[in-house]
């Protein structure tokens, strides 16, 4: 939007001067002033840009900032998992991943092209390779814990806990790296 403002700008400004230089004694107004209107809403086209830009850029930040708080949040929460798997019943299991991990997951899903914009496709597929296997897991753990498979169960808690640890470590690397685009 700003690229089309600056080229209002001088498309406006050209027909401008080339209006006022048809004639030497006086400006001809039927050119003059739409050229001049043409350079105006170039001008507030351009300043329109700049102000979405700014507020993209926040969503942006915002939205990566969200992303990674959910992944922590995300691999805690399948830690503590992995870690109380022994103590829980598998009645218990399936219905503690139902309360503890779809408001984050959620976050992570909703902000995920951003990795995308900020980093760019090899890495958002690397990131997301390592999620996506996370999740798999976590399904498979809360469909065995369904159907009373307690050793696979278990197995997949803590295979889901290292495919989001993966994937969190990626994001990390990312960002120690600085290679946003």
């Known amino acids: 939007m700003r690229k089309a403002g600056y080229l209002l700008i001088a498309v406006g400004f050209l027909a401008g001067s080339w209006s006022a230089m048809l ?3 006086a400006v001809d107004w039927m050119w003059f002033v ?6 105006a809403g170039g001008v ?10 700014g507020q993209a850029k926040g969503r942006v930040r915002s939205n990566m900032e969200n992303l990674r708080d959910a992944l922590a ?3 805690d929460t399948a830690a503590e998992l992995d870690a109380e798997k022994e103590s829980i019943t598998l009645a218990d299991l399936h219905q503690r991943i139902d309360e503890r991990f779809p ?11 951003t990795i995308g914009h900020v ?28 159907d009373g498979y307690i050793d696979e169960a278990h197995e997949y808690v803590g295979r889901a806990r290292d495919q989001f ?13 600085g290679t946003s685009r």
């Open 165 to 177: 640890t993966r994937a969190r470590d990626v994001v990390g690397a990312l960002e120690g790296a």
């Open 44 to 53: 507030a086209l351009a300043r329109l840009g700049a102000s979405n830009e």
């Open 73 to 75: 949040r995300i691999v």
């Open 119 to 146: 980093y760019g496709l090899k890495a958002y597929a690397e990131v997301m390779n390592e999620f996506a296997a996370g999740e798999r897991y976590l399904n498979r753990c809360w469909s065995a814990s369904v």
């Open 103 to 113: 408001a984050d997951l959620n976050i992570f899903v909703e902000a995920r092209q």
């Open 34 to 39: 739409p050229a001049l209107i043409v350079g």
């Open 23 to 25: 004639d030497q004694a």
